[in-house]
């Protein structure tokens, strides 16, 4: 059954942190935001006549597209967006509800990059709170560092390049206590073992999760990112997005790999498989300190030598991403689980060192 997000919590005051001059905003209506139907001759929109289907603009509200994807989290379409990327629906939640060189964002650190680039292009500042040593989640530093700008708190879980789950409770405890928006991107939540808060959004009004077609559906070449909110939050995404965001060759083949059914349970199994033979085996070589639990797609391991892995691996083909400069992260090589033919290759290179 499909439920829309109705507040228990105390309702959802918009207009005490969307920025003004979004609010009054009068968006682009596009031909095919006046039209919706099936007429059978189209002269609305300037099109060309000739290349079909190709030659018309795809639906600006991806309507097809996000009825399958409400079936699969049980939302109703109106509470859900979708992004050319998670990295849209990031860059339109900063532009619709911080006013630049006034407004603040929140978020852990380490973690994504793009919280703090997205920021940083709206000239918003970003306030960045150290993970705990063994990287969870300090509900107290996150609610301290919250001042009459901030506006948005970012949460990654689990967290990239850290690779845990952050705590259900310690998360909706700064829920709780915020009265901007807490956005949590749940990129890698297939890989855990978790369900996630999807079921939360029912109670917290100002809670915003970030899915991906990237990771677990194997689509991150498709770029197709979702948001899922309160109604009225996702209508100030949609009033302010570009109107064809979403390209008609994405819409089409998402559709039909969620149609056909993909074999992404036997994925999401086979990574996880590989993840435990992986950190099992690359705890065995000299140079590895530790291997750090993983809730995701990718292991984070600390060595004593990262950038002569890094540049040997490379010699031999393998590219993984150095992390030792990170807060937290000296001395770390982050590598993602590859196909099993792919994590044998990397086995053998690290096996000449």
Same mark, same amino acid.
């Given at each position: 059954?499909?439920?829309?997000?109705?507040?228990?919590?105390?309702?959802?005051?918009?207009?005490?942190?969307?920025?003004?001059?979004?609010?009054?905003?009068?968006?682009?209506?596009?031909?095919?935001?006046?039209?919706?139907?099936?007429?059978?001759?189209?002269?609305?929109?300037?099109?060309?006549?000739?290349?079909?289907?190709?030659?018309?603009?795809?639906?600006?509200?991806?309507?097809?597209?996000?009825?399958?994807?409400?079936?699969?989290?049980?939302?109703?379409?109106?509470?859900?967006?979708?992004?050319?990327?998670? $990295?849209?629906? #990031?860059?339109?939640?900063?532009?619709?509800?911080?006013? %630049?060189?006034?407004? *603040? &964002? +929140?978020?852990?650190?380490?973690?994504?990059?793009?919280?703090?680039?997205?920021?940083?292009?709206?000239?918003?500042?970003?306030?960045?709170?150290?993970?705990?040593?063994?990287?969870?989640?300090?509900?107290?530093?996150?609610?301290?560092?919250?001042?009459?700008?901030?506006?948005?708190?970012?949460?990654?879980?689990?967290?990239?390049?850290?690779?845990?789950?952050?705590?259900?409770?310690?998360?909706?405890?700064?829920?709780?206590?915020?009265?901007?928006?807490?956005?949590?991107?749940?990129?890698?939540?297939?890989?855990?073992?978790?369900?996630?808060?999807?079921?939360?959004?029912?109670?917290?009004?100002?809670?915003?999760?970030?899915?991906?077609?990237?990771?677990?559906?194997?689509?991150?070449?498709?770029?197709?990112?979702?948001?899922?909110? $309160?109604?009225? #939050?996702?209508?100030?995404?949609?009033?302010?997005?570009? %109107?064809?965001?979403? *390209? &008609? +060759?994405?819409?089409?083949?998402?559709?039909?790999?969620?149609?056909?059914?993909?074999?992404?349970?036997?994925?999401?199994?086979?990574?996880?498989?590989?993840?435990?033979?992986?950190?099992?085996?690359?705890?065995?070589?000299?140079?590895?300190?530790?291997?750090?639990?993983?809730?995701?797609?990718?292991?984070?391991?600390?060595?004593?030598?990262?950038?002569?892995?890094?540049?040997?691996?490379?010699?031999?083909?393998?590219?993984?991403?150095?992390?030792?400069?990170?807060?937290?992260?000296?001395?770390?090589?982050?590598?993602?689980?590859?196909?099993?033919?792919?994590?044998?290759?990397?086995?053998?290179?690290?096996?000449?060192?």
């Amino acid at each position: 059954m499909l439920y829309p997000i109705s507040i228990k919590m105390n309702k959802l005051d918009l207009d005490k942190i969307i920025r003004t001059n979004i609010r009054n905003l009068v968006p682009y209506s596009s031909a095919r935001n006046e039209f919706s139907g099936t007429g059978s001759v189209l002269l609305d929109a300037n099109e060309s006549p000739y290349n079909q289907p190709f030659n018309r603009y795809p639906d600006p509200l991806q309507r097809e597209l996000k009825s399958k994807i409400s079936m699969i989290f049980k939302l109703e379409e109106d509470s859900i967006f979708l992004g050319n990327g998670s $990295d849209e629906a #990031i860059d339109l939640l900063i532009r619709a509800f911080c006013v %630049p060189g006034e407004d *603040n &964002i +929140l978020s852990l650190d380490p973690s994504y990059g793009m919280y703090e680039v997205c920021a940083h292009i709206n000239d918003i500042e970003t306030k960045k709170i150290l993970l705990n040593p063994d990287f969870s989640l300090n509900p107290e530093a996150v609610i301290s560092a919250i001042d009459k700008n901030s506006k948005l708190i970012f949460l990654c879980s689990p967290n990239n390049p850290t690779s845990n789950l952050l705590e259900k409770e310690k998360i909706l405890q700064i829920v709780r206590s915020f009265r901007g928006l807490v956005i949590l991107d749940e990129a890698y939540i297939d890989f855990s073992g978790s369900e996630g808060l999807i079921d939360e959004l029912k109670n917290f009004p100002n809670l915003v999760i970030l899915r991906t077609f990237s990771k677990a559906w194997g689509l991150a070449g498709v770029r197709l990112g979702m948001a899922f909110g $309160d109604p009225e #939050i996702i209508s100030v995404l949609n009033k302010i997005k570009y %109107p064809y965001n979403i *390209n &008609i +060759l994405t819409q089409k083949h998402v559709i039909e790999c969620i149609d056909k059914g993909t074999d992404l349970k036997k994925w999401i199994m086979e990574i996880i498989d590989q993840r435990k033979m992986l950190a099992y085996e690359i705890r065995k070589f000299k140079f590895v300190i530790r291997v750090f639990p993983s809730d995701a797609n990718f292991l984070l391991v600390k060595t004593t030598n990262p950038r002569q892995i890094y540049n040997h691996l490379m010699d031999d083909g393998l590219v993984i991403r150095d992390r030792s400069k990170v807060s937290l992260c000296e001395g770390c090589l982050r590598i993602t689980i590859g196909s099993p033919k792919e994590n044998a290759k990397l086995l053998k290179s690290l096996n000449k060192l």
